[in-house]
């Protein structure tokens, strides 16, 4: 008599590791598969493998998958891939603490015909606006259901009927017994299960009532010794419904002590961006964006798309911290922990976004001067690059004026300027098509100011720009973004944040590289003076390649 999952977590792997009693603590990071995880996520993967692996204990990956409309494979792969790209491993020994809340299906039931049979729960045939109108608010109690007072004998033989099949979606549901008049709307009477006739994508047509996720979720956490539940802040006043449900069935020896605990922290909020899996989902299918890993989006897999290091999450959700109040993190963090993250190991390149030519006209027409510079500044041992200088080099558009505004220090007639790690030159003027557009510029150089020779320094100049030999570039696609809402707040107020997106969040330019630059997915590339790049997974080929900028040098984001 009484089945009892009592002295800890009953998954047949995690008993046999025999770590139940050497893990201090014991947490879990739950996602439900119904969307690809956010950086939100991020924060809570970071915080429940973080404490486990900082206090000897074990983080579970759970599955939360008690809603089988809206939860898919796709969405079980995605997460599963993201949790490893952060780094972070529920495997420990040789238990794999990978769990799915859908294999407790049938003990969620058991303990749902336990709680009736000891009085604690009926079913209720009112409709589900019934039971909401009947609820009270905040200022009024509740009143009880005409079924309230149900004998525990026929709500356990509703109970099997429902789960039979013989009863229609929303007919009846079953419900705690607890107070209607608590002055906490979640212990009104709970919904503990109801009637959904869908198919799972795990366990397929075996059940049509499926439990709510505030009496799944104890369950869960109890069966698999859960020390630390943490959840966000919203759910703190589900916390007595979550004891009710360990300690009743505790009571009735079917868990035993110590129980688990929830406990709750801010969610992570971060300007303009939206991190709610609806409506990141919304973006998706109404084709805002070009899919989830879109590098505009906010998931773990279009930052990664986009570039953003998995250490520089982690330093983000570091920096962040846990709070108990909500606050809101400017996206400004996120760019920061990724230039602190690369700028001691990110290789240099020099990239051209919008070129104009440059003539040498006094360099020698076949020479090839070779020049040199640091892969990276701050890492000697990462050695030096090479690449030629030539008569004819790519420069950015915006460092040739013909009339200078003021502060100018770069290209115009009669100013000199040192192409960086090349020579210092003297701009001698400039040539225009019949729209009067500039298509060259003019210079000449002076030999004796070679970058790295004795005396080099000699010509004192204020600007330094990046070059490209025209011979040497290599073409590139350059996707540049810019922040998906034009407001800091897409979701606060009335209109639909939508209404918001930005129509420029992604310039698409055609730019020449370095040669030489490194095209390995996955590996950050300082273009000088433009920010950090790194090549697409997806588009990029070695003969077209394509790179993602993920951020400038400096935050551009303030104002
Ligand atoms: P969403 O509202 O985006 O659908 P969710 O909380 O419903 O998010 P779950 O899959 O249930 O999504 O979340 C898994 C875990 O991640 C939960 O423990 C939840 O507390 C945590 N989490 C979700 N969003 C955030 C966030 N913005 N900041 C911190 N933790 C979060
Ligand atoms: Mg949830
Ligand atoms: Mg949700």
Redo the contacts with the bound molecule.
Sequence with gaps: EGKRWAGGPGPASVQASGEVDLARIRTR???????Y?????A???C??FGLARDYGGVCHLRF?DTNPEKEEQEYVDAIIDAVKWLGFDWKSGNSEHLFFASSYFATMYACAEALILAGHAYVDEQSPEEMRLMRGTLTEPGKNSPFRGRPAQESLQMLQDMRAGKYADGSMALRARIDMASPNINLRDPVLYRIRHATHHRTGNDWCIYPMYAFAHPIEDALEGITHS???LE?EDQRPFYDWTLNRLQELGLFAKPLPHQYE?????MSYIV??????LQLVKDGHVNGWDDPRMPTIAGLRRRGYTASALRLFCERTGVSKSNSRIDYSLLDQALREDQDPIALRSVAILDPLKLVITNFPADHVEPCHAPRNPHASEAGMREFGLSREVWIEREDFAEVPPKKYFRLFPGNSVRLKYGYVVTCTGCVKDAEGNVIEVHAEYNPDTKSGTPGSDAVKVKGNVTWISTAQAVSAEIRLYDRLFSEPFPDAGDSDFLNCLNPHSVQVVKAFLEPGTALVPGVVTQFERLGYFVVDPIDSTPNAPVFNRVTTLKDTWAA
Aim: with cysteine; aromatic share 10%; charged share 20%.
């Design positions: 990071f739950p996602p439900e598969p119904n969307g995880l956010h950086i939100g996520h924060k809570s993967i915080l429940n939360d943490i959840c966000t759910f922290f801010a969610r992570l909020n991190t709610s899996k609806r409506k990141l």
